[in-house]
């Protein structure tokens, strides 16, 4: 296991496309987090999964966001109709419940052009 | 939201200084992490500290809490340019279900 994966690293679009990007924790962690953050600015909390259940969604994110985690393995964050404020890095991290640290992946970095 | 607030904002010192971060915090929490973020990557979990800890130690780092102030300070010995790099604080408060509130970050620079 070589730690958390994000793919693509880095995604241009253009305004009003769909992307998708993809995480794959480490296996043996139960949470995986999305979280946004901006230029000199702390990650934003987006959702988090526990297993396979989404418990909790920031009122950060629209409905033109969702998210995804099948089978408790690898999530997919989808953003329809993207515009250029959502720009910016999405980090994807997981962790083991109660065990502390999380570990994070390099994130996807997304330019709305 | 963000519940650290990171002190200084931007930090350059020399190489071989020493550099102290702090960070403040609003709620109760159940342990306060440090993590480090090179330009334009992931972060790096550094360190951990429970509520019941008072110092810890790892390396050349060095964190204190003080839960009564609802504080922690990093501290860097003996630094190097690959210290480089911006860091932020994370609480998991009470009753959070182990989620990360996160600070806007300190950015360090260390001069050669």
């Known amino acids: 296991d070589t730690g958390v994966s994000q793919n693509p690293r880095h995604k241009i679009t253009k305004r009003g496309q769909n992307v998708t990007f993809r995480c794959d924790p480490i296996?043996?962690?139960?949470?995986l987090y999305w979280y946004r953050q901006t230029l000199g600015q702390g990650p934003e909390f987006l959702t988090y999964?526990?297993?396979?259940?989404?418990?909790?969604k920031s009122r950060l994110l629209s409905d033109r966001f969702s998210a995804e985690r099948p089978k408790g393995s690898f999530s997919t964050l989808e953003i329809q109709r993207t515009e250029q404020g959502d720009s910016a890095m999405y980090l994807c991290?997981?962790?083991?419940?109660?065990?502390?640290?999380?570990?994070f992946g390099s994130g996807t970095r997304l330019t709305v052009v | 939201s963000q519940q650290g607030e990171e002190d200084p904002q931007a930090l350059s010192i020399q190489e071989g200084e020493n550099a102290t971060m702090n960070c403040s915090y609003k709620?109760?929490?159940?342990?306060l992490q440090w993590y480090r973020q090179n330009s334009g990557r992931g972060l790096v979990h550094l360190i951990l500290?429970?509520?019941n800890e008072r110092e810890k130690h790892s390396g050349r780092l060095r964190v204190t809490l003080d839960t009564s102030k609802k504080s922690s300070s990093l501290l860097i010995t003996a630094s190097r340019a690959a210290d480089t790099a911006s860091y932020f604080c994370a609480t998991v408060p009470m009753d959070s279900n182990y989620q990360l509130i996160w600070g806007a970050g300190t950015k360090l620079i260390i001069k050669p």
């Open positions: 991290a997981s962790s083991f419940l109660g065990s502390g640290g999380y570990t």
């Open positions: 999964f526990q297993n396979e259940a989404q418990l909790e």
């Open positions: 296996s043996e962690h139960n949470r």
């Open positions: 500290i429970r509520s």
């Open positions: 709620t109760s929490i159940n342990n």
